[in-house]
């Protein structure tokens, strides 16, 4: 699909591009019910993983068809998406056949529709450290051609240090939640580097956060099918499918590794960045694992 790469422009005061703000007015009256699980992130965070977590966790035993039938995009509507001629994010969400939806964003805090508060809404928020958000970032965005041109590495880093990214700052992003969830037991913090050292623990937590109970079995069962190396060749999970997405270029499932980010920052490129971030998380309680 040839794709006229969109520019980025200031959305009050978060940097997006059309494809998430032409149906903007949709997705601020989007009508949310008590039962709906949010999946919010920063993109490249770990979103499709825990979208496919939470979908096995709720229909995986209902639904055994649908793993190899729909694809997870299908399952887990985009919230803010809006790409004609394919059916808007939010269409989307009020046609599922699923109860209880899981609805994906990456929408910051502040721009997350208020129907989500008032309903009570669960919401799961994903975090990654910086260093390796952005590498996965700057790759998804080669493939990507739904997003801007990414340039070269070194520019991309400049770039995502001042938050002119899809969806704003990453610091804004991940403070905000993170300070969201100071006076709001609804919604679970969880982080992209404790899934992957652990995964089966955190979906114990993630399980107790919801009130669910699956037996050992079934638990054991999920922690297999989200492994990243089986994800990777599900065609399910892989969107290998999507005509946005360049796979000559990169990988969608591209690595899912902590630390990967030392095969791509220099020396003074890790300094200038350590520098950077101490300035802008110095204020937050918010704290990072950079490997494990």
Request: proline share 6%; aromatic share 16%.
């Amino acid at each position: 699909m040839d794709l006229l790469r969109p520019k980025l422009f200031d959305f009050h005061g978060v940097s997006m591009t059309h494809f998430f703000t032409a149906n903007w007015d949709k997705v601020q009256n989007f009508k949310a019910k008590p039962d709906d699980i949010v999946v919010a992130t920063y993109p490249k965070a770990g979103t499709t993983w825990m979208c496919y977590i939470l979908d096995l966790l709720y229909f995986y035993q209902i639904y055994p068809e649908r793993e190899k039938s729909v694809p997870l995009y299908e399952r887990v509507p985009f919230l803010e998406v809006f790409f004609p001629p394919y059916p808007t994010g939010t269409d989307k969400a009020d046609t599922l056949p699923t109860s209880p939806r899981i609805i994906k964003t990456h929408l910051p805090v502040q721009f997350l529709p208020k129907s989500f508060w008032e309903q009570n809404c669960r919401i799961v928020y994903v975090a990654r450290n910086a260093k390796d958000n952005v590498v996965s970032y700057f790759h998804f965005d080669r493939m990507e051609k739904m997003q801007p041109q990414p340039g070269d590495w070194n520019s991309f880093l400049q770039r995502f240090k001042d938050g002119k990214m899809v969806f704003g700052s990453w610091y804004d992003h991940v403070c905000g939640w993170w300070e969201k969830k100071q006076t709001s037991s609804k919604i679970h913090y969880m982080f992209y580097e404790d899934l992957v050292e652990d995964t089966g623990r955190e979906l114990k937590n993630l399980c107790s956060f919801l009130g669910l109970s699956p037996s050992d079995e079934e638990r054991k069962e999920i922690v297999r099918c989200v492994q990243f190396d089986v994800m990777k060749v599900n065609s399910m999970t892989n969107q290998m499918d999507d005509p946005t997405l360049d796979s000559s270029v990169s990988q969608f499932m591209r690595k899912g590794k902590v630390g990967d980010w030392k095969n791509h920052f220099t020396v003074s490129q890790n300094e200038q960045f350590d520098e950077d971030y101490k300035r802008k998380m110095k204020n937050t309680s918010l704290q990072f694992r950079e490997e494990i």
